[in-house]
């Protein structure tokens, strides 16, 4: 089979590895889609020989890319029954994988384990290939009303969102900011919407900010054009809002997002990578501001937001503006690269 491998240097190579065969408590999935998310870029972009290290995740051998994987169940390795992981069952993939023994990971937060753990797509092959191999104990059920295209974006970008807004526990009583209307930022003006919140998006590029529009926001405000504290301060009559999310990853992004909020309003960190200044006493302290850290989203987790996003006939396709066949994987980085809107995805 086929498989895309990033070499850094915003270089990549298409490279033919063995069908993968699955061993005790495997199965392969036949990948039908796998989306391309914000933190590839860092490995893309990464000098050359550092890529698995660009997301702190440890260095590794090189590793077939993509971390939004989502297809059908196509063998099973000994000692999986069939109920785990029926043939051309419908599946995503929970990109982790710990010792499936410690609290974390009998919780679905396999990705927190301390024995170590395979990050697939990253420290471990992905989903931008013919098949990928992993435990059953990772598949998550894609219900049958979404496409593999939604399951791919579940599987990081929209459900990083989703664990976010769980995060700042968002719902009808609040005015939460979204910092950055990327993939993921979208998905959180999108979901924070339908859980009620009144959406105010903000992001620097207005093909972005239509789409939030499109997506739910309330109001969109472009910190180019407007200081965005400010804006935010005068749509919540001087209050600021209850609850606000990075997800552009940039310095001034969260500096906005902890200042935009409320005296004991929660703000939330997801953008990766980076660091940031902001004044502990003034920002925080005066104003007991909670803030929180959001690593993706558990195994459960992922799948209540598969369901979440079927049960309310949620539009996500709309975030999904470019498909691509593996074969044109160079194209679809270097525009992924460079482009201001929407999402990318590999289907087959
Ligand atoms: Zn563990
Ligand atoms: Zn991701």
Redesign the pocket.
């Known amino acids: 089979m086929r498989g895309v491998v990033f070499l850094g240097d915003r270089k990549l190579e298409i490279r033919d590895f063995p069908d993968p065969t699955p061993g005790p408590g495997e199965v392969v999935i036949q990948m039908k889609a796998s989306g391309m ?4 870029l860092h490995p893309y972009r990464a000098p050359a020989g550092s890529a698995a290290a660009a997301l702190g995740l440890g260095a590794s051998d090189l590793v077939i890319a993509g ?2 994987p989502c297809g059908v169940v196509a063998a099973r390795g000994p000692g999986v029954p069939e109920r785990e992981a029926p043939t051309g069952a419908r599946v995503m993939n929970h990109h982790y994988a710990g010792c499936g023994l410690c609290d974390h990971c009998r919780l679905g937060w396999s990705q927190l384990c301390a024995k170590g753990i395979v990050v697939y797509g990253v420290t471990g092959h992905g989903g931008h290939a013919t098949y990928m191999k992993v435990p059953a104990r990772t598949l998550v059920p894609l219900p049958d009303s979404l496409s593999f295209e939604e399951g791919a974006a579940i599987s ?2 929209t459900g ?1 969102a989703y664990g976010a807004l769980k995060r700042v526990n968002a719902s009808g009583r609040d005015t939460l900011a979204v910092f950055g209307q990327g993939p993921v930022g979208l998905s959180a003006t999108l979901l924070g919407a339908a859980m009620g919140a009144r959406v105010i998006a903000v992001d620097i590029s207005p093909e972005r900010l239509t789409l939030a529009r499109e997506m739910g926001a309330d109001a969109l405000i472009n910190p180019g054009e407007t200081e965005p504290v400010a804006a935010i301060r005068a749509l919540t009559h001087g209050l600021g809002a209850d609850c606000a999310i990075d997800c552009s990853g940039s310095s001034p992004g969260r500096l906005g997002t902890v200042q935009c909020v409320r005296t004991w309003g929660q703000a939330c960190f997801v953008g990766e990578g980076g660091q940031t200044t902001f004044d502990i006493s003034k920002d925080m302290l005066r104003r007991q501001l909670t803030l929180h850290a959001s690593w ?1 989203f558990s195994a459960t987790g992922q799948g209540e937001c598969a369901r979440f996003i079927a049960d309310r006939k949620l539009p996500l396709g709309k975030l999904l503006t470019h498909r691509y066949r593996l074969d044109q994987a160079e194209e679809a980085y270097r525009l992924f690269d460079t482009q201001t809107t929407g999402k990318g995805v590999f289907v087959s």
């Not at 998310?37 to 590839?40: K, L, M, V």
């Open positions: 998310c914000g933190s590839d971390h939004e990081c970008g990083t993706t």
